[in-house]
């Protein structure tokens, strides 16, 4: 069982910077994969980043490479989001996740935080 616990979001201008984290519980933490999900009102949960569990390895949406960025500790088992250069269409609650095989896909995670909102005004 994974318990995850973000923590982070909040108000703030275009442009600014937040930093999100997302606490696991699991003691198998250092050999998941942990993904970064975003859900805005009315869309779909998407993809925002991914991480294996070396860190060697880290995967990016189109809309957010370059901005963000996901990185990980494991002896903390916690994973981070820094995002920067934050823009309005980055309003979304956002979710990590933990998988243990690499995905981009929502369906195929079993285990979910229950999300930070990030608002971001313009």
């Known amino acids: 069982q994974v318990q995850l616990v973000e923590s982070g979001g909040g108000l703030v201008q275009a442009g600014d910077s937040l930093r999100l984290s997302c606490a696991a519980s699991a003691r198998t933490f250092s050999s998941l994969y942990m993904g970064w999900f975003r859900q805005a009102p009315g869309k779909e949960r998407e993809f925002v980043a991914g991480?294996?569990?070396?860190?060697?390895?880290?995967d990016y949406a189109d809309s957010v490479k370059g901005r963000f960025t996901i990185s990980r500790n494991n002896a903390k088992n916690t994973v981070y989001l820094q995002m920067n250069s934050l823009k309005p269409e980055d309003t979304a609650v956002y979710y990590c996740?933990?998988?243990?095989?690499?995905?981009?896909?929502?369906?195929?995670?079993?285990?979910w935080g229950q999300g930070t909102q990030v608002t971001v005004s313009s």
């Open positions: 991480i294996t569990w070396s860190g060697a390895r880290t």
């Open positions: 996740a933990a998988d243990p095989f690499i995905s981009f896909k929502t369906r195929d995670y079993d285990y």
